[in-house]
């Protein structure tokens, strides 16, 4: 459960480094092998079980007359293009083992732990991703805003000052100094999970329109209710312009973030969503969001 700092109580459930300007130009990109797929870090796998042809880009072609979208080498774009995901079939489970009660609404699972807490809800997953690459990049850029706005530093964190919450005031608290492992990562998390969520998060996200979604741009609704879901990869159809995004979630309560499954839709765009610009919407499995609620990371 997440904690009460007034007025996160209501806010935090899901229900209940500077962005990247990237070109539109349109890129090929082949299945992944050893040899395509770009040296990126996933720092939460176990030393050289990546496996470059269980990622996002080997398993998710983009639709027949699309092409994916180029991103700038070592960019989250890139990277989140690469995550690596679990084996065809793998079913959604939640925090505490037992399975999702949906399992419809899921194209595959993405080969992340979400930890034995109700902690890694939607908003919560794309923090995590978030700060897993700035992490892989550099350690010191990882910082998220609390519900309350106060601007928590995994620099200042892991350095020997964290926080502590006071009735509705957040405090900075001494802890124990520690050297930035991923291990310390995840314990930071954690705590930025227990007093963040969909409107913090919104907070630090600029509006886009849909016709510029890049990989990495978030579809988001800030408060209670509440949800957020991560674009993992865009493809445009020459010509047109027509963009579709590939997307994935974390949900309530906490649970495997998975690539999610465009089911109902008779087009041929399986795992893809269309964006379109003229659209008062976009609608996932287990949520409608607003054309104006796609963002940006700053």
């Not at 900075?172 to 999970?193: G, K, M, V």
């Not at 674009?231 to 010509?239: C, E, H």
């Not at 495997?256 to 089911?263: C, D, P, R, Y």
């Amino acid at each position: 459960m997440h904690y009460t700092l007034w007025p996160l109580a209501l806010l935090l459930a899901c229900t209940a480094a500077p962005a990247e300007t990237q070109p539109d130009t349109p890129v090929t990109l082949p299945r992944a092998t050893a040899e395509t797929t770009p040296h990126l870090t996933y720092p939460w796998l176990p030393a050289h079980s990546y496996n470059p042809r269980q990622t996002v880009g080997a398993r998710f072609a983009p639709p027949v007359g699309y092409q994916l979208v180029a991103m700038a080498a070592g960019s989250f774009g890139q990277w989140l293009r690469y995550l690596p995901l679990l084996p065809v079939g793998t079913p959604v489970r939640l925090h505490n083992g037992q399975l999702k009660d949906r399992q419809d609404v899921h194209a595959a699972v993405l080969n992340i732990d979400v930890g034995p807490r109700d902690l890694q809800q939607c908003a919560d997953a794309i923090i995590r991703l978030r700060a897993e690459y700035q992490f892989s990049q550099q350690p010191d850029q990882v910082h998220f805003h609390l519900t309350s706005g106060d601007d928590i530093r995994f620099q200042d964190w892991y350095s020997g000052t964290g926080f502590r919450v006071v009735g509705d005031a957040v405090q900075p608290a001494p802890r124990p100094a520690e050297a930035p492992t991923h291990a310390s990562l995840r314990r930071y998390l954690d705590q930025i999970f227990t007093y963040a969520g969909t409107l913090s998060l919104s907070r630090e996200l600029r509006p886009v329109p849909l016709a510029q979604v890049q990989p990495g741009d978030v579809l988001i609704r800030g408060g209670s209710p509440g949800h957020a879901v991560l674009v993992l990869d865009v493809a445009v159809q020459p010509g047109t312009g027509r963009r579709v995004a590939l997307l994935a979630q974390s949900y309530m309560p906490a649970q495997q973030i998975h690539v999610l499954n465009n089911a109902w839709d008779d087009t041929g765009l399986s795992a893809w969503f269309l964006f379109d610009p003229a659209a008062s919407q976009v609608s996932t499995p287990e949520w409608t969001f607003r054309a104006s609620e796609l963002k940006r990371f700053e």
